[in-house]
């Protein structure tokens, strides 16, 4: 049987949230991220003024006075997400969260149980959120879950799309390579360099050059834009993570080495706490800085015992700040990095103690986190991460609040 794949993906999605919750801003300029001190979303109006994503708010209320810069709601903003994907599982069972945004649904035989075609169950689920949320969606139906994403980006916003198989290869001859889900930049410059413009032309090539010259995602990817099912709907809840990121871009950049030192000690707290909500622990860890002029310094670094206490890597950050600051340069932005992810369960001993002292941390955040799900809020925090918090403008920081945002 052809599979029938949905996909909705919200337009402009943390304004448009802000705009169900306050209609009078709807048709305005207005962008979010002012705790962030950077543009988090944007509505279409702020776009046509030029304004783009992680441009300095500052610069956005000097050059632009006529937009609304709103603090993000990161906390309503999952809430709509969640009411969004409910109003999916309404008419089908099997709803992949892709993130917070967007979802996949398989609606495959589900005309003949709900009497209705596939349009009419995505015509009825795209207008349901818009009456009941206020929320504005694109919606693509096609036979795969690739072939979807390009039906719901090709009307936007508010559009809803149909590619049926012997429509395909119009659809695809127009969409630029790069705008192919799963295709980033090196890669589309590796195939626009063998010729390869659109997403027809790819899906136009002998599957024995795919397997030739790409590695095997790539056959997929070819398999599901010639119209064969490859990727299936995954509806089991997200609780594995290959790694997890904490970034923070402050306003104005800094070459304070102790202000940077407690912005890395919030990015440290707030992955660690993700990770003990994931019951997870991480052996390898990444930091970086990006200076103002859009420049990275790294470091990594291998634990002797994976853990998810902060004392532990803030420690390791302390010592070896050096080794990635640069003095003179000014610095706009701090992350971390835990990878190598392995169970909480999974401990490894270590000649010089070191797992047993980070064993005790953890045991006292684990404590810490049930006092903070218990009052919804920060309880306790390191005293190296003071600065950083006292930096915090209005709003909710999104880093407080997104173990249910990011899928990694």
């Known amino acids: 049987m052809q599979r029938i794949i949905f996909h909705m993906d919200g337009d402009a999605f943390f304004v ?33 003024l030029g304004i783009k994503r992680g441009m300095p708010i500052f610069r956005v209320k000097k050059d632009f006075p006529c937009v609304l810069v709103l603090p993000g ?4 903003y999952t809430r709509f997400s969640q009411m969004m994907f409910d109003i999916v599982r309404r008419y089908a069972d099997d709803v992949e969260e892709y993130s917070i945004d967007e979802c996949f649904a398989d ?35 096609a036979p795969t879950k690739v072939l979807a994403k390009v039906a719901s980006n090709w009307v936007k916003p508010n559009g809803l799309t149909v590619i049926d198989p012997e429509k395909t290869a119009g659809f695809l001859l127009k969409t630029p390579i790069e705008k192919v889900w799963g295709i980033g930049p090196r890669t589309a410059e590796y195939l626009k360099k063998k010729n390869i413009q659109t997403a027809g032309d790819f899906a136009e090539k002998d599957v024995s050059w795919v397997r030739n010259n790409l590695s095997q995602p790539y056959e997929s990817m070819w398999l599901e834009l010639n119209s064969v099912c490859v990727s299936q709907v995954d509806s089991e809840p997200k609780t594995v993570y290959s790694s997890i990121q904490k970034t923070r871009t402050f306003h104005p950049p800094t070459r304070d080495t102790t202000f940077l030192l407690s912005e890395f000690s919030k990015n440290i707290e707030d992955a660690c706490r993700k990770a003990r909500h994931y019951k997870l622990v991480s052996k390898k860890i990444s930091f970086f800085l990006k ?31 050096g080794e990635m ?32 002292k980070a064993g005790k941390f953890e045991s006292i955040h684990r404590q810490l986190d049930l006092l903070e799900e218990k009052f919804n809020k920060r309880v306790v ?5 003071h600065k950083a918090l006292n930096k915090k403008k209005l709003g909710t920081d999104s880093e407080d609040l997104d173990r249910d945002l990011l899928f990694l």
Do not use: W
């Open 291 to 321: 200076s103002r002029d859009f420049k990275y310094f790294t470091l990594k670094i291998v634990l002797d015992s994976p853990t998810n206490a902060p004392e532990v890597l803030v420690h390791e950050v302390r010592l070896r700040l």
């Open 16 to 48: 448009g949230c802000e705009v169900a919750k306050n209609p009078g801003l709807r048709g305005l300029p207005v962008v979010t991220g002012e705790e962030r001190g950077i543009v988090s979303a944007l509505s279409y109006e702020a776009k046509t």
């Open 107 to 141: 609606l495959t035989g589900l005309d003949r149980t709900l009497k209705m075609s596939y349009l009419e169950i995505a015509e009825r689920i795209k207008r349901e959120v818009t009456v009941e949320l206020g929320l504005s969606v694109s919606v693509g139906l």
């Open 73 to 76: 709601d990161y906390a309503s």
């Open 325 to 356: 600051y640069k003095p003179g340069v000014i610095y706009r932005t701090t992350g971390v990095t835990l990878s190598d992810l392995v169970p909480d369960t999974v401990q490894q001993g270590d000649l010089f103690g070191s797992g047993i």
């Open 381 to 385: 925090y390191l005293g190296s991460t």
